[in-house]
């Protein structure tokens, strides 16, 4: 079965740094790309970037240039997506998802997702 | 950036009744680069529909799309109670992604 399975809830206080993850299973994992998505409470989706794990390359939506790192392993099949310093604002919940290597480029499988909480 | 907009924001129909959601788009989209997703309460979001009108793995033929350029349009032709959900629609050019806000189907 191909799937994505991400890291558990977090609870941060503003300031911390946060790494989560995202391991795929169940396909080649370097023959396609990962991209994170974010939904704040009660909001919309907002794709963030993506990253092809052959090569570690990234691109990044430029809303969130700057403010998080994607990046993968791919010796063990797994992603990330990481903040140096998180805000409240950051409070959402995560979804990584694998980009389609066919003809077009949809989401096809989706990880679980990873809520993330910052509060002082 | 292409924005995309949904409408009607709020759906409101009967199990049994054709449901038409609206995507348009901020100027032009390749049809191979849009999708159509669905999401219920708790879940993470499901692929429905790629390239504009073809359907994901699994996804029952009541659902379909179809359009071109900016004009974009997902059709439920009988309403099944677990289709009652927000739909987003979504492009992919220029290297990124955008979605649309969503539009909520809901039970009239």
């Known amino acids: 079965e191909v799937q994505l399975v991400q890291s558990g809830a977090e609870v941060k206080k503003p300031g911390e740094s946060l790494r989560i993850s995202c391991k795929g299973s169940?396909?080649?994992?370097?023959?396609?790309?990962i991209s994170w998505v974010r939904q704040m409470p009660g909001k919309g989706l907002e794709w963030m970037g993506r990253i092809d794990p052959s090569d570690s390359y990234t691109n990044y939506s430029p809303s969130f240039q700057g403010h998080v790192t994607i990046s993968a392993d791919k010796s063990i099949s797994t992603a990330y997506l990481q903040w140096s310093s998180l805000k409240a604002s950051d409070t959402a919940m995560y979804y990584c998802?694998?980009?389609?290597?066919?003809?077009?480029?949809?989401?096809?499988?989706w990880g679980q997702g990873t809520t993330v909480t910052v509060s002082s | 950036e292409i924005v995309l907009t949904q409408s009607p924001g709020t759906l409101s129909l009967s199990p049994g009744e054709r449901a038409t959601l609206s995507c348009r788009a901020s100027?032009?989209?390749?049809?191979?680069?849009l999708a159509w997703y669905q999401q219920k309460p708790g879940q993470a979001p499901r692929l429905l529909i790629y390239?504009?009108?073809s359907r994901a793995t699994g996804i029952p033929d009541r659902f379909s799309g179809s359009g071109s350029g900016t004009d974009f349009t997902l059709t439920i032709s009988r309403l099944e109670p677990e289709d009652f959900a927000v739909y987003y629609c979504q492009q992919y050019g220029s290297s990124r992604y955008t979605f649309g806000q969503g539009t909520k189907l809901e039970i009239k």
């Open positions: 390239g504009a009108s």
């Open positions: 998802v694998r980009i389609s290597s066919g003809w077009s480029p949809g989401m096809d499988v």
């Open positions: 100027q032009s989209v390749t049809s191979t680069y």
């Open positions: 169940g396909y080649s994992f370097t023959s396609y790309w």
